[in-house]
């Protein structure tokens, strides 16, 4: 039986708040786990960035990515680790450099899923580049951008095809203003999707491997107060069709850490942006959330790390497309999507390392989050974010919320 020591690696940027408790509670607990043969413990690191050999070899079993959508070094390090290592990352970095939004909606299109009717429009100027000319003058058809507007029926979205943080994002009620807003949008290729409104409940469903929560979002709040704390604001059967809409996402594009949002409508839940592959992690946006968060990306990996998952080269989308083409009921069709989504994941086998092998995690976390060492973290967050004189006042108010959410989890443990 051998002594292994399993490397977690974090590939962060402006993350604060979330690495702290992270490692934190890591160390507390202490792990020694017998698995097949070895007892393993487990280590996290931060990663550095630095020129690196092609050949380098990589200490890191698993890596927990947030700069892959943007710090392309990093990607190209996380490629080239899991190419010539076998490294484990969150996320697959292949799906997430291609997959825009548009692939996305596609895709959950040809599934079934009830993505608002899109249509992605030419930009409206371009920077020049020596075949645009000919390029255009021989191809780009005229058209009016009024047709497609009354064709979708007012009001509609317009956002870029492969947006995120609410760049460019414009709600448009007439033909008037979106001729306005497409000539306003530059080079940047749009979309126009019909509007879910009025919508009655807007949810964002976070995923980190198989385990999903769902939050009640307030768009319209400020900042500090977007993600609700309500409980059981959906009925069972909605939370149900949630998470598997979810996890059926994050299966088939490959992303352990990723967070979809939808708006219900008449009772139908419309999914509008599932293609975030870097979701929110901070404190002050999560607040009462951010203890999950961390929980739950303790034991994700550190049983991708135990168990030596294996990253999926290849997507398996043939597979869902057959189940799609059939003539199957939609639910039935997501029924099947989920079993391969909880197969991918390995549910059941990571139910059951969770509970042999990190059955303290909830206590640990939970003393943890009581704390000066938390307590620093949160307000390390809010110094960054808030101007000095609200730091004393958001630093108590996130504090506090999390001490609620200390209390919620033991009041449904009991
Ligand atoms: N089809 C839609 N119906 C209603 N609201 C929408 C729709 N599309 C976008 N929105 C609103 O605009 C916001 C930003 O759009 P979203 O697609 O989420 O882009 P981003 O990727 O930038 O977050 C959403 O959170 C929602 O409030
Ligand atoms: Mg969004």
Same mark, same amino acid.
């Given at each position: 039986?051998?002594?292994?020591t399993r490397k977690i690696g974090l590939s962060l940027g402006a993350d604060i708040c979330w690495p702290i408790c992270y490692e934190e509670i890591l160390k507390r607990l202490d792990? =020694?786990?017998?698995?097949?043969?070895?007892?393993?413990?487990?280590?996290? /690191?931060?990663?550095?960035?630095?020129?690196? /050999?092609?050949?380098? /070899?990589?200490?890191?079993?698993?890596?927990?990515?947030?700069?892959?959508? %943007?710090?392309?070094?990093?990607?190209?390090?996380?490629?080239?680790?899991?190419?010539?290592?076998?490294?484990?990352?969150?996320?697959?970095?292949?799906?997430?450099? /291609?997959?825009?939004?548009?692939?996305?909606?596609?895709?959950?299109?040809?599934?079934?899923?009830?993505?608002?009717?899109?249509?992605?429009?030419?930009? !409206?100027?371009?920077?020049?580049?020596?075949?645009?000319?000919?390029?255009?003058?021989?191809?780009? #058809?005229?058209?009016?951008?009024?047709?497609?507007?009354?064709?979708?029926?007012?009001?509609?979205?317009?956002?870029?095809?492969?947006?995120?943080? %609410?760049? +460019?994002?414009?709600?448009?009620?007439?033909?008037?203003?979106?001729?306005?807003?497409?000539?306003? @949008?530059?080079?940047?290729?749009?979309?126009?999707? !019909?509007?879910?409104?009025?919508?009655?409940?807007?949810?964002?469903?976070?995923?980190? +491997?198989?385990?999903?929560?769902?939050? =009640?979002?307030?768009?319209?709040?400020?900042?500090?107060?977007?993600?609700?704390?309500?409980?059981?604001?959906?009925?069972?059967?909605?939370?149900?069709?949630?998470?598997?809409?979810?996890?059926?996402?994050?299966?088939?594009?490959?992303?352990?850490?990723?967070?979809?949002?939808?708006?219900?409508?008449?009772?139908?839940? &419309?999914?509008?942006?599932?293609? &975030?592959?870097?979701?929110? @992690?901070?404190?002050?946006?999560?607040?009462?959330?951010?203890?999950?968060?961390?929980?739950?990306?303790?034991?994700?990996?550190?049983?991708?790390?135990?168990?030596? #998952?294996?990253?999926?080269?290849?997507?398996?989308?043939?597979?869902?497309?057959?189940?799609?083409?059939?003539?199957?009921?939609?639910?039935?069709?997501?029924? !099947?999507?989920?079993?391969?989504?909880?197969?991918?994941?390995?549910?059941?086998?990571?139910?059951?390392?969770?509970?042999?092998?990190?059955?303290?995690?909830?206590d640990v976390a939970d003393e943890f989050f009581g704390t000066d060492i938390a307590m620093d973290a949160v307000r390390q967050k809010v110094e960054a974010l808030f101007p000095a004189?609200?730091?004393?006042?958001?630093?108590?108010?996130?504090?506090?919320?999390?001490?609620?959410?200390?209390?919620?989890?033991? @009041?449904?443990?009991?």
């Amino acid at each position: 039986m051998a002594k292994i020591t399993r490397k977690i690696g974090l590939s962060l940027g402006a993350d604060i708040c979330w690495p702290i408790c992270y490692e934190e509670i890591l160390k507390r607990l202490d792990l =020694n786990i017998e698995f097949e043969g070895d007892t393993l413990s487990f280590e996290s /690191s931060r990663l550095t960035i630095e020129p690196f /050999s092609l050949r380098q /070899s990589c200490q890191y079993e698993v890596v927990i990515d947030r700069l892959t959508h %943007w710090y392309h070094t990093s990607r190209e390090w996380i490629k080239k680790s899991i190419v010539m290592d076998d490294l484990y990352v969150f996320n697959n970095p292949w799906t997430l450099q /291609s997959m825009e939004k548009h692939t996305s909606y596609s895709a959950m299109m040809r599934l079934g899923m009830s993505v608002p009717d899109t249509w992605l429009i030419p930009p !409206k100027s371009y920077l020049e580049t020596p075949d645009l000319q000919p390029t255009l003058s021989r191809y780009a #058809r005229l058209f009016d951008i009024g047709k497609v507007g009354e064709s979708l029926g007012y009001p509609v979205f317009m956002k870029p095809y492969d947006g995120g943080a %609410w760049v +460019g994002v414009s709600k448009i009620d007439d033909s008037e203003t979106l001729t306005r807003a497409y000539d306003e @949008s530059g080079t940047r290729v749009m979309h126009l999707q !019909k509007a879910v409104l009025p919508f009655d409940c807007f949810v964002r469903c976070v995923g980190l +491997g198989p385990q999903v929560r769902i939050v =009640n979002y307030k768009p319209d709040a400020p900042l500090h107060d977007r993600y609700g704390m309500e409980e059981n604001f959906v009925s069972a059967k909605e939370e149900k069709l949630l998470r598997d809409m979810t996890l059926v996402i994050n299966a088939f594009f490959g992303w352990d850490f990723n967070s979809c949002e939808a708006l219900r409508r008449d009772g139908n839940w &419309n999914p509008i942006d599932f293609a &975030n592959g870097c979701p929110d @992690s901070q404190v002050t946006s999560l607040h009462f959330h951010f203890p999950w968060l961390i929980k739950a990306n303790l034991r994700w990996s550190i049983f991708c790390a135990a168990t030596r #998952r294996n990253m999926r080269l290849n997507l398996d989308w043939p597979e869902y497309f057959a189940i799609a083409d059939s003539d199957l009921s939609f639910e039935e069709k997501l029924a !099947k999507y989920v079993a391969r989504a909880e197969e991918r994941f390995e549910t059941d086998r990571f139910e059951e390392f969770c509970s042999k092998h990190l059955s303290h995690l909830d206590d640990v976390a939970d003393e943890f989050f009581g704390t000066d060492i938390a307590m620093d973290a949160v307000r390390q967050k809010v110094e960054a974010l808030f101007p000095a004189h609200e730091i004393d006042e958001f630093t108590e108010l996130f504090w506090q919320r999390i001490q609620n959410s200390r209390t919620t989890a033991a @009041s449904t443990h009991a």
